[in-house]
C-alpha cells in the first residue's frame, strides 16, 4: 500500500490528489479534516498547541495503516498531523483513505481516526485561551 | 539511557530529556525509583505514563538497559 506520513509545523497545505499508483485501483478516496474548535472544555480558546514523539508516532501510525490495509483491503493512505500551535478554524490533522469501494474507505478512515486516539504518541498540551 | 518527556510531564519538569546510568538492565518499577529520585515532579503522573522502550511500548516483562531510550507517553489525545 502506498503510505504517506507527515508532521508538520506549519499550516498543513491543499492535499494533492491521490497518487498515481492508485489510478485504476481505487474507486474511492475519502478525506477527513480535523479542525480546532473555538473551545475547549466549555472555555472559549484561540489554538491549541499539539506535542508529539515522531519517531514512535510514525511507527504506530504505520502499524495501524497496515493492519487497516490488511483488513480493508486499501490501496493508498495518506495522514498528516500538525505540532505546535494550531489555531482555532485551522485544520491539526488530515488523513484521506483510497479503497476499492467507498464503505472500506469510509469504515478504514472512522478506524484510523479512533486508532489515533488509542496509542498514537500525539497530544493536546493546552489550550491558547481567546 | 535516555529518557524523555513529552506534553503535560515536559511542561511540568521544564525539560524535554534527562541521561540516567544503570548498573544492569533494570525493571519498569525499579526504572521508576530511579526517576522519582531523579524528578521527584513525576509523581502525579506515574499512574497515567506508559513507558516506551526503542519506540515501542514496553510490556511488563522488559528490562531498561543504558543505550535504551525511553519515552515517558502520558495519555494520548491527538486530532
Known sequence: MWTEILFLATPLPAPPPPPDSVFGLAGAWAEFHGCVRASEHGKKISALNYDIHEVMARKVLTAHLDALAKKHGLVAARFWHRFGTVPVGEAAVYAAIAAPHRREAFAALAELMDRLKTDVPIWKVEAVPA | ?79
Open chain 2, 1 to 79: 539511557m535516555k529518557i524523555l518527556y513529552f506534553a503535560h510531564v515536559a511542561q511540568a519538569l521544564g525539560r524535554r530529556e534527562d541521561v540516567l546510568e544503570v548498573p544492569a538492565p533494570v525493571s519498569a518499577d525499579a526504572l521508576w525509583e530511579q526517576l522519582l529520585a531523579l524528578r521527584p515532579a513525576l509523581a502525579p503522573y506515574r499512574a497515567t505514563i506508559h513507558l516506551a522502550r526503542n519506540n515501542e511500548y514496553a510490556g511488563a516483562a522488559d528490562r531498561f538497559a543504558n543505550g535504551d531510550e525511553v519515552a515517558l507517553i502520558p495519555p494520548v489525545s491527538g486530532g
